[in-house]
């Protein structure tokens, strides 16, 4: 097939698709899509061999949240039935996170619900990164807190952070039809901040909340320009109590062809299959690991995943390997880039008005933007039987680890 050898070629160089090549990965068919696994699995291997990053999620406050993204099971209005707790104690998110640690990750997330962090907030990670960093030194730390405030993201890199998260979800043109509380471009100065403060840009997208095909390659395009490290892909976790409860817009087919995809658009950036692998990749998950380089360990923020154990079985029968604390995630190239980036910015132009907007990562949820009237046949066939049901069966609500008497699943 052509456009998989010119794929293969140009991610081999490290080089971009058009867009044009991009949404012509997302219109391929299933009976090409072993083909377009194994041109996106070369990429992949290219730049990251058999390595899978672990990541482990603390959720250091959940629920309650006053912004209104549909997609999120934490926010304004849900009648989801998550726990909901305010801030976890440093010492009890460092339990928490030793558990991830334990288990093989080699990042930890600590992740709040909310608009954005207040100054005792930041005041309050800083002491909780202080304990995990006590315990182990080595483990890399991502925190996702919401919209920045200047200086914010100078003090948690001081504090020891590593990376920032702060999703775009989905392009510019539809993000008004999944939050009213705060816009894209609040999000993406956001993103700005924490990597003109030198962190790591951890930046991704949600699919499956009724966006077009265009959608999906404007955000994976928006987040290449935008030098995200790391794109996180949720699949969203329909939530009953959110407003997207019975909307079903993906098969584990459709997850595969937009992974590929966003393989193609970032050959040697950190691709996370992120939250929703269970529940929409199901036992089809190992064919994931042939395109993105990362995942989440254990459960997400207000959901439950496989069991630990289990992913980490997953990794080894598939043929991959952890990636251990001293091996480096990204390309040197790729490296040297985002140093770059971060130098570049912090000479001016990092703080860049605003400095309020809200969101974060994998909380679950879903939003519903139309498909627009051009999309592809293939996209509006790649529905799931299931459009239109709740499915409590696939979505279970988090009721150990973090907020909780019981273990973490790690
Ligand atoms: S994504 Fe973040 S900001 Fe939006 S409702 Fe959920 S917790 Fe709040």
Redesign the pocket.
Known sequence: MDLLDTLTAKGLRGEVPTREEALAVLATTDDELLDVVAAAGKVRRRWFGRRVKLNYLVNLKSGL?P???NY?S??LGSKAEILKYTWLKPDQAAEAARAGVAGGAKRVCLVA???GPTDRDIDRVTDTMAAIQEADPEVEICVCL?LLSDNQAERLKAAGADAYNHNLNTSEKTYGDI?TTHTYADRVDTVKKAHGAGLSACSGLIAGMGESDEDLVDVVFALRELGSDSVPVNFLIPFEGTPLAKEWNLTPQRCLRILAMVRFVNPDTEVRIAGGREVHLRSMQPLGLHLANSIFLGDYLTSEGQAGQTDLDMIKDAGFEVEGAGEATLPRHRADVAAASSAASACGTAASACGSG???GP?G?HAHAPASEDTPASAVEDTDASDGELRSDLVKVRLRGAGTELAPNA
């Open positions: 949240c912004e209104d993204c999120c934490q926010r619900s909310g608009r919401g939050t809200g969101g974060c909380c949820g």
